[in-house]
């Protein structure tokens, strides 16, 4: 097929008219498709199922240093789960304190004692003129809310095939001391797929931020969330490199099991240097007695050690692999060639990340809708909801049917080429009457 | 026997010298117990295990409303679960959130969120340059420490038989439009054990703070912890009394089945008025995507419905009031008639109050320790855990044995009367010398 920008005014016309038909031909149809949702699909979850059977009214509730799981206290995590985590974490168990079922949560706790009590010893947030955070765009929209929220300036800062824009971000943080905080999900990130490369990491630990309290938000979600057994994305362990570099302090790293056991339902942990946790302790110890200990058992008892965790996660692989082959074989089919769509081909996550030409991924999601095929919203993977370039869209294939992503992929293909060709016949129009 | 106040110096020496004999034979035992903490103890633990099996691999974990609990979603709890908590709670479903596993975490986090973003659009008290809060004393130490740790200046209020002292409360609190807030455990009080009285609960649903962001903070904690079948305390529904008296936003309510089910792997609520479950939502959707909605669910399918919960609590009643009995019994027959101390016999909650003659808390604790047992701190049952009359101390019968409680109150009145004896022949001896 020829490439939209080698085409005749008459033949957009011709493909337009074409595109139109099929169109309508969607629209006949009623659909109503869900391609906006980074859930795990039932499937998924049913691996988990057995999670239900682990514990039992006969069963011993005491963790492995005696301590009974059902009463209160244990403000850092028990000893099992501490472990099994931790494994998980790249990170040594000390290095670790577990909390509720949501990372989202303690990352929000994170900013808020950062914002009320500074990081630290260092000056609170709320105190200063003014507080500045880098975001990598595109991102995980519910990041960006967070440093919204607390009315912190956000800067973006552009994803490269390796990770953050370093020149950017290592001239900025060095400079600016209001700047406190990066965000970052360095692999399998959200939405675009790629893992930060080695050199990534290793520049990101050598930072010489001008902030004393600049930390570097890690939120590695998609750690073991791999897609292949054999290709997989390798990163390198920030907590260690940055103790390495002379930075030790520099970083809060999250995970959770949301996409390994239940979401809402799993366990959140974050890893810091003894430093850190020691400063998270002094509000923590204020804020509760402990977290959900039972579930935290439940977690061991059911996964057992990293080497179950691991087989668990195949299983999910083997669910979500064959959803990504579908968006990607579609996209190849309708897209190729035509240079108007470039899309992102991860090996783990939960996203693919797609781009229009400039000026077109609001236009694209409204279509979409249009026809019954509700997409993650255009921008919502900026702060503030602005893509400056309105071409990106995050396309998340886990949750529906394989069939319901075929058909939601082909008319995402439909509405993108549609889109694109009536942006260049106005374009052309505009043109003509100058 | 003679009250000590009516001994003569030589009665008084004679006395001293067969305490300190009996404290030596307490020391030569090496007790270690442990009367400190508001625990369940095993036995009332024991209570719920069957909670551990009323979910399995095998069953359908969908809500009422068909929503998967296994996955993201559902910020403000599901149906049945928001219904049971409502009846705990004596409130409309609709005026409840469900959280996680903390009431405690509920109440940091909304003095947290009035700090940095203020109640229903008034002034985040992080730009005010004074905050203040009533305590009403003794009182709850984990309530205290949330506001010490937000720099608010606590202001104590006495506990009167009926509750707080109401003059001095509508007398502050309508002067001052830095008093934001008070702390209240309005039934089976932590520690004294008393409840509000109807003219009480009546006063504070129509005070007239100068503050409009004061809201009361309700932590109805022992809302259904009865001791006894036939007497029982009630209370008045503060939200529909706050309501009745045209006040509807000024008060938050907060209860957990922490003291029903499992401490630490229960679950937590708030309740209040549409516009402030609005104004709290804001803050939550950014915080986090939902709570626990399968230990939501496990509640629901094992308490069934508010019968099922009070039916458990009767048996928590069996296992605590012979407790609560044994300790009362003893004080009792040490220190009746003797003028030296004095405490509350509460009809539900966790903590008997106990109070010596002024000057004296810390030291009996402290004798206590050293003959190995543990009492809660003196003084932490005030702001700043200080007691001005070091005179208070919380009493925890719930966590040991019958036989460990008779031992340890029984060593604990022998404090007493030691502490006591000896502080009056140093006031004597320092009398004589003047």
New interface residues.
Partial sequence: MKKYSEMSFEEMKLEHEKLEKLYKDYRYQALSLDMS?G??S?AQ?DL??????V?????D?SCSDGF???????LNGIPEAKELMADIMEVNPDNIIIF???S??IM??FI?RS???GVMGHT?W??LPKVKFLCVVPGYD?HF??TE??GIEMINIPMLPTGPDMDMVESLVSTDDAIKGIWCVPKYSNPTGNSYSDETVRRFARLKPAAPDFRIYWDNAYTIHHLYDDHQDHLIEILAECKRAGNPDMVYKFAST?KIS????GIAMAAASLNNLEDIRR?LE??????????QLRHVKFFKDIHGVSEHMEKHAEILRPKFEIVEKILHEELDDLDIGWWTEPRGGYFISFNSIPGCAKDIVLTAKKAGVKLTPAGATFPYGIDPEDRNIRLAPSFPGNDEISIAIRLFTLCVKLVTIEKMIAQHNSEAEQ
């Fill in positions: 949702r859930k795990p039932p979850l988990s199922n057995g999670m239900m059977d514990l039992n009214s006969q069963e509730l009974d799981c059902r009463n209160y206290g244990v509720g079922n949501s989202l949560n929000f706790d808020s914002y009320h009590h609170p709320c105190k519910r809310r967070i929220y607390f949301s239940f979401p809402g339902s509000c204020v804020q509760t007695i402990g977290h959900d200990k039972v579930n």
